[in-house]
C-alpha cells in the first residue's frame, strides 16, 4: 500500500482583507473595527465563500456557495491492486441545496458543493436508428398463414417471463410491424385501449413489409432484410443511474484482490505420438455446440450406419 500525502495551506483559504463599512468611528474619533458586523471574518475560514466586500458570493438562484476546500487525487491501479471496493453515501457538513441553479450543467461545471443526486438528473432523450429485422423472430406465433409465412398476433408476450416483461407485437398491418423488446407489461395495456403511450422501458422496432435493404457483411456476402427501425427513451440520467457515492476500501478488504480469469478453447497438439491426444480433446467437448466451436470447427462428426440383419432360423 502506497500512502499519498497532500498539503494545503489554510492562508489561501484564510479572509485577510476587511471590507470598508465594518471601519466604524468610535467616541474618540478613531477608526475602529466593528468585530459584530456579520461582514466581518477577517482571520476565518467562512462556511460560504465571500467576496472581498464580505458579501456572500450568490448563485443565480440566490444560494449561498459552500466554501470547500479542493484536493486533487488521482487513484491509479493495475491488476493486481484491483480489489474489493465499497460506496459511502455523501453526507453533506451543512443542508444540501434545496434549488438547483439556473443554468447549471453538470457535464459542463461538474461537481457542485452541495448539489444532491437530483441536480445531475438529465431528461430522457430518444435514440432511434436503423438495424435488420432479426429481433422480429422472437415476437412471432407458432401459426402460419396459406403461404407459409409467420402469423404476427397483437399483444402476445413471447418473454420467457411474462409477469415482468414483454416481447411482442403491438401492430401488424400489410405494411409493418411495430412491436416492442424488453418492454414493461403495464406499459402495453394502454395500446390495447388506443393509446400510444410514451416509451419508458424496453425498444421499440417498426419492421416495413415492402422496403427491403441490400448490403454487404464483413466477408463481401450480399445481405437483404427488411428495413427496420428502432427507437427507446431510455437514455439520460435518473435515479436509476445516478448515485452520489464516495469509493473507500474496507480494512478487512486490504489485500485482497480479484484473480484474473482467462477463458481459452486452445488445444495443445502434442502430436501423433501421444496416445491420449484423442481422448483428452475429446473431454473438452461439454455439449454439442463445443463441436463448432472448439479449435475453430477443427472437430468433425462422422455419421455410419449400421443394418442388422435378422436371420431366421
Request: charged share 25%.
Amino acid at each position: 500500500m502506497e500512502y499519498i500525502r497532500k498539503k494545503r495551506s489554510l492562508e489561501n483559504y484564510t479572509i485577510r482583507s476587511i471590507p470598508k463599512e465594518v471601519l466604524v468611528i468610535d467616541s474618540e474619533g478613531k477608526t475602529v473595527i466593528d468585530e459584530s458586523n456579520p461582514k466581518y471574518f477577517y482571520g476565518k475560514i467562512p462556511d460560504y465563500k465571500v467576496d472581498d466586500n464580505g458579501n456572500y458570493v450568490l448563485t443565480p438562484n440566490g444560494q449561498k456557495l459552500l466554501n470547500t476546500i479542493d484536493v486533487d487525487l488521482f487513484l491509479t491501479q493495475n491488476v493486481d491492486d484491483m480489489g474489493i471496493f465499497s460506496d459511502k453515501s455523501v453526507t453533506f457538513k451543512n443542508n444540501a441545496l434545496s434549488v438547483k441553479p439556473e443554468g447549471y450543467n453538470s457535464f459542463e461545471y461538474g461537481r457542485l458543493p452541495g448539489a444532491p443526486p437530483s441536480f445531475y438528473y438529465d431528461s430522457n432523450i430518444t435514440i432511434t436508428g436503423g438495424t435488420d429485422d432479426g429481433y422480429l423472430n422472437q415476437v412471432r406465433s407458432y401459426r402460419v398463414d396459406s403461404n407459409n409465412n409467420p402469423i404476427y398476433v397483437p399483444f402476445l408476450n413471447t418473454s420467457e417471463d411474462p409477469d415482468n416483461v414483454f416481447n411482442g407485437v403491438i401492430l401488424d398491418d400489410s405494411e409493418k410491424t411495430i412491436y416492442r423488446i424488453g418492454s414493461d407489461p403495464t406499459e402495453v395495456s394502454d395500446y390495447e385501449q388506443g393509446v400510444i403511450p410514451t416509451i419508458n422501458s424496453g425498444i421499440e422496432f417498426t419492421t416495413y413489409k415492402k422496403k427491403f435493404v441490400e448490403t454487404k457483411d464483413e466477408y463481401g456476402k450480399n445481405l437483404s432484410y427488411f428495413k427496420t427501425d428502432f427507437k427507446n427513451n431510455n437514455g439520460g440520467w435518473d435515479s436509476n443511474n445516478v448515485s452520489l457515492n464516495a469509493i473507500y476500501k474496507k480494512e478487512e478488504y486490504l489485500g485482497v484482490v480479484f484473480p484474473p480469469e482467462v477463458k481459452s478453447v486452445v488445444f495443445i497438439n502434442r502430436g501423433v505420438a501421444d496416445i491420449f491426444e484423442r481422448h483428452s480433446l475429446l473431454s473438452e467437448l461439454k455439449t454439442t455446440n463445443d463441436i463448432d466451436t472448439n479449435r475453430g470447427g477443427f472437430i468433425r462428426l462422422k455419421k455410419k450406419l449400421w443394418q442388422q440383419e435378422i436371420m431366421e432360423q
